[in-house]
């Protein structure tokens, strides 16, 4: 299921984004915001839970209550660090996994370098970072792996995305729910987004 973020606010930050003058420190900055808008967008319908607390008139109340501990946020590396700050501030509790992959220039497949997922996921609610959601073929190889390990429930968070990404998703990797900030319009002919952002990782580091 897809799901873009359509609100003016968060278009204006992303515009930000798009903006070759927005300097290293305030690129990082509004991508960890952009990280916690989608964060909290994926996390509001999860399962909560009533637990008695002890209140302070001696009584005690039924609060609603969320198990961070069954999240697993993964980001792929590099550019997904930049949004991984973001996603703990709302989650704190949650597990942390990182995937290496980069994307082949001529192929524009990914190519793995970093893996050290646990043998089961079973019961586990994974949710994929990654800034850029350009061919799919990063996170769709991701979706594949994580499923592998026997996890179910996966989740992926992205800034922007193409439609041809989107499509590949909705295609390959299916019952897998994607926030996305903003759907831009199209790949050019090298596979990067248009309008896009840059290289986000590049941006985000200061490389």
Request: with cysteine.
């Given at each position: 299921?897809?799901?873009?973020?359509?609100?003016?606010?968060?278009?204006?930050?992303?515009?930000?984004?798009?903006?070759?003058?927005?300097?290293?420190?305030?690129f990082?900055?509004?991508?960890?915001?952009?990280?916690?808008?989608?964060?909290?967008?994926?996390?509001?319908?999860?399962?909560?839970?009533?637990?008695?607390?002890?209140?302070?008139?001696?009584?005690?109340?039924?609060?609603?209550?969320?198990?961070?501990?069954?999240?697993?946020?993964?980001?792929?590396?590099?550019?997904?660090?930049?949004?991984?700050?973001?996603a703990?501030?709302?989650?704190?509790?949650?597990?942390?996994?990182?995937?290496?992959?980069?994307?082949?220039?001529?192929?524009?497949?990914?190519?793995?370098?970093?893996?050290?997922?646990?043998?089961?996921?079973?019961?586990?609610?994974?949710?994929?970072?990654?800034?850029?959601?350009?061919?799919?073929?990063?996170l769709?190889?991701?979706?594949?792996?994580?499923k592998?390990?026997?996890?179910?429930?996966?989740?992926i968070?992205?800034?922007?995305?193409?439609?041809?990404?989107?499509?590949?998703?909705?295609?390959?990797?299916?019952?897998?729910?994607?926030?996305?900030?903003?759907?831009?319009?199209?790949?050019?002919?090298?596979?990067?987004?248009?309008?896009?952002?840059?290289?986000?990782?590049?941006?985000?580091?200061?490389?």
């Amino acid at each position: 299921m897809i799901n873009i973020v359509d609100n003016k606010f968060m278009t204006s930050l992303v515009d930000q984004l798009r903006h070759t003058g927005t300097e290293p420190a305030e690129f990082y900055r509004i991508t960890l915001l952009i990280a916690q808008l989608l964060t909290y967008e994926a996390i509001k319908g999860e399962e909560y839970e009533n637990k008695d607390i002890p209140m302070w008139t001696g009584d005690t109340y039924s609060a609603t209550v969320f198990d961070q501990k069954k999240i697993v946020i993964m980001p792929i590396l590099r550019a997904g660090i930049g949004m991984l700050d973001g996603a703990r501030h709302l989650l704190p509790a949650a597990q942390v996994q990182i995937l290496g992959m980069f994307r082949n220039e001529s192929t524009l497949e990914p190519v793995w370098y970093y893996n050290k997922l646990p043998a089961d996921m079973s019961g586990q609610h994974a949710i994929l970072i990654d800034p850029m959601l350009a061919t799919g073929g990063t996170l769709v190889d991701a979706v594949l792996e994580l499923k592998k390990h026997n996890c179910e429930k996966i989740t992926i968070l992205a800034i922007v995305a193409s439609p041809e990404g989107i499509n590949r998703l909705k295609k390959e990797a299916p019952n897998v729910r994607v926030f996305v900030a903003v759907k831009d319009d199209h790949l050019n002919e090298n596979g990067y987004i248009l309008p896009g952002l840059g290289d986000a990782g590049d941006r985000i580091f200061n490389t």
